[in-house]
């Protein structure tokens, strides 16, 4: 199995490719994407509150990322039986991908859900709508094959979210990420799919520290270096120590190591990320918060905040768009009283215009940095640390009800609650009965001073549900 050349590398800051540069990534039949850029997190193949056809309507999102974990709930899931022409890709037809947006596979979601119990020496366990499960080499190409996603990230022995590995255990994660690559490619190698429908490996390489993991990023540099396609970088911090292996300069770097702001995004494309998977949008969308920065940041001698709260009643009567002389769909048809209205009165369309929109200003940000990077190193820098001065380090809260979680109602430690209340409360739990006492008409002439008989007294036992819908 030889690895697709995708990126090209146009401008770069050093001869090695350390810091912010300037890229394409092409992928047969699918958009060029410019870097750096951004890819969308989804919830099982879709951007949450965006269908398909919104997507790809009101949006100009390059790439996605989908977790395999999310489709594998069966033995047999309905994603494997899913028909695909001769050139479609069958990860496209089950999510309805638009034809020209890349998709990105991996193992687990991100971020993932902390399991409890660890990976074992052939397996990851991973979290699907029934459990926790294991997931073995086998099976896990076995998907490649069949879902043939433009890019897979391969298995990696990573550890829990928030967790601190000794460096025992570090040491054996690089030890087993080596050993698992080393059978994908094998059994990729066996595999019968053709080369215009085969998979882009990027690499994963670790949260560990350069000292412990060397020899594996060696291995890469090295051994396995014309079957890669880029790397998969789970924490940006290495990338200045990456800088000791010249042949994987030329990769395009995908950053698992997801920014929470904006300026964090920053941070991560002056490392030398080339794209970025960003969870923020999802979230500052939940949230009811529409974002209003851009880059180069404005001139201005107040320090701006990164958004709007929607739920704020300073809206109810603001007939102004979100921010004024944006293009997108929501600013260019509604405005901020109208999508205030719809998140109090719960309706999903408040989600999806916020969504449209947040996406839209991530994309012009990227669009932005893009732009100050053709005029040099010097002058990103200077925008860089302009847009620090100008923009609060965090997004604002949001202070409504937020929709109901993606995910499932699922409990990874002992005690915790289900990430979801129950829409619907239980008719048999709380039921109280009470005594209604009925008056009913028999055929006998009654009169004003006729005592009504026991007979035509009907008691009737009536149970009280208390219920309601979130």
């Known amino acids: 199995m030889s690895g697709r050349k995708i990126f090209e590398l146009i401008a770069s800051a050093a001869a090695d490719g350390s810091a912010a540069r300037l890229g394409k990534l092409s992928l ?116 490649i094959q069949s879902l043939q996603p433009d890019i897979v990230l391969p298995l990696a022995d990573l550890p829990n979210p928030g967790a601190t590995p000794s460096s025992k255990k570090l040491a054996r994660m690089v030890d087993r990420t080596e050993m698992w690559l080393g059978e994908f490619f094998d059994r990729m190698a066996l595999s019968k799919s053709s080369d215009t429908l085969g998979s882009s490996v990027f690499a994963p390489v670790l949260p560990v520290g350069h000292p412990i993991q060397w020899d594996y990023i060696r291995h890469l540099s090295e051994d396995v270096i014309e079957k890669l396609s880029g790397l998969a970088v789970y924490d940006t911090n290495i990338l200045p120590d990456l800088v000791s292996y010249p042949s994987l300069a030329p990769l395009p770097k995908l950053s698992m190591d997801t920014p929470r702001t904006p300026h964090e995004v920053l941070r991560q494309i002056s490392l030398g990320i080339d794209i970025c998977t960003l969870m923020f949008v999802n979230s500052t969308s939940d949230a009811g918060v529409g974002m209003t920065f851009s880059f180069p940041p404005p001139s201005s001698d107040k320090v701006q905040p990164l958004g709007i709260n929607m739920w704020s009643p300073e809206h109810d009567t603001a007939v102004a768009p979100l921010v004024e002389g944006c293009q997108c769909y929501t600013c260019t048809k509604h405005h901020r009283a109208y999508l205030r ?43 860089v640390n302009r847009f620090a001065a100008a923009y609060e380090p965090l997004f604002p809260e949001g202070t409504g009800e937020r929709p109901r979680a993606r995910g499932y109602h699922f409990k990874s430690e002992a005690g915790s609650e289900k990430i979801n209340k129950p829409a619907w409360t239980d008719l048999e739990k709380g039921a109280e009965v009470t005594e209604i006492t009925s008056l009913v008409e028999d055929d006998t002439p009654s009169s004003e001073d006729q005592d009504v008989t026991p007979a035509a007294r009907v008691t009737i036992k009536a149970t009280a549900v208390p219920f309601g819908f979130e």
């Not at 369309?349 to 040099?376: C, D, M, P, S």
């Open 341 to 383: 209205h719809l998140l109090n009165a719960k309706e999903m369309l408040g989600w999806n215009l916020l969504q449209i929109h947040n996406h839209h200003v991530v994309n012009e940000f990227f669009a932005g940095i893009r732009e100050t990077l053709g005029k040099g190193q010097a002058v990103f820098e200077d925008a």
């Open 28 to 143: 047969p039949g699918r958009k060029a994407i410019e870097t750096p850029n951004f890819i969308a997190a989804t919830s099982r193949g879709s951007v949450p509150h965006l269908t398909p056809d919104n997507f790809k309507r009101h949006t100009t999102v390059s790439g996605v990322y989908m977790a395999l974990e999310e489709f594998i709930e069966k033995k047999e899931p309905p994603i494997q039986h899913t028909p695909v022409g001769e050139t479609s890709r069958r990860l496209h037809s089950f999510t309805a991908l638009p034809s020209s947006t890349v998709s990105i596979l991996g193992p687990r979601r991100c971020a993932a859900v902390a399991t409890p119990f660890g990976n074992t020496p052939k397996t990851i366990t991973v979290f699907t709508s029934t459990g926790f499960r294991n997931v073995t080499i086998p099976e896990f190409t076995s998907y």
